[in-house]
């Protein structure tokens, strides 16, 4: 089935302790993406990669940091996770950024619910 | 700036009204538009994508329109039914080097029996 995976899926932690949010799809997707959301604020981009070894910073990258060693992955790494990350997160992937004569769907994981104290 | 809009924020309807669900955007020169629903503290299910050369697109119960030059997507659920109860969400991909979608904050929808 092809589809995107996140773990974990609910978190708690306590403000500056290191997390990584794992992000895997199995569709052989070139970019990929996380966002976080937030009531009010809707979804926004936070990083983005358009291949292997390829990263951006999306809208709010601040306080978040990503890799892109192999395709199937892009894990999320928070180093030292404050209160206002306490989110919705979502990692989305497509076949590619953009073709100029097609569109392609992005898909998205089922999300990772992290709470910092 | 780039933004979507969606309007209603909340509908509620009977069971078996045939409803439509409006998404306006700022920006015409858009890529292609996709429709997702959220289910509440789950994730997103994606509904329904137009490219931005297509008027159209259908999916059972589901037909979604674009109107570029208006700036204009509308959700048309026919037949609704309590298990369409969920928020959904229009995003756009303006195709830029970023690649992201702007979203809008979606329409919470609710189908009563």
């Known amino acids: 089935e092809a589809q995107v995976t996140q773990n974990p899926r609910y978190l708690i932690t306590v403000t500056g302790k290191k997390l990584t949010v794992t992000c895997s799809q199995n569709?052989?997707?070139?970019?990929m993406s996380w966002y976080r959301q937030d009531p009010g604020l809707g979804l926004r981009q936070i990083y983005y990669?358009?291949?292997?070894?390829?990263?951006d910073k999306g809208d709010v990258p601040e306080g978040y940091k990503v890799s892109r060693k192999e395709k199937r992955n892009f894990p999320l790494i928070l180093e030292s996770p404050s209160p206002n990350q306490t989110s919705l997160y979502f990692c989305?992937?497509?076949?590619?950024?953009?073709?100029?004569?097609?569109?392609?769907?992005?898909?998205f994981g089922p999300g990772t619910r992290l709470t910092v104290t | 700036k780039q933004e979507v809009t969606q309007i209603p924020a909340a509908l509620s309807v009977p069971e078996g009204e045939n409803l439509v669900l409006n998404c306006s955007f700022t920006?015409?020169?858009?890529?292609?538009l996709q429709w997702f629903r959220q289910d509440p503290g789950k994730g997103l299910t994606s509904l329904l994508l137009?490219?931005?050369?297509?008027r159209e697109q259908t999916s059972g119960r589901l037909n979604a329109s674009l109107d570029k030059s208006s700036g204009r997507s509308t959700l048309y659920i026919a037949a609704s039914q309590p298990g369409d109860s969920a928020t959904y969400l229009c995003?756009?991909?303006?195709?830029?080097?970023?690649?992201?979608?702007?979203f809008g904050k979606g329409t919470k929808l609710s189908v009563k029996p």
């Open positions: 989305a992937s497509s076949l590619s950024r953009f073709s100029p004569h097609s569109s392609y769907e992005q898909y």
């Open positions: 569709m052989n997707h070139e970019y």
């Open positions: 990669s358009m291949n292997v070894e390829v990263t």
């Open positions: 920006d015409s020169a858009i890529y292609n």
């Open positions: 137009i490219q931005s050369s297509q």
């Open positions: 995003a756009v991909n303006y195709g830029g080097s970023q690649g992201n979608l702007i």
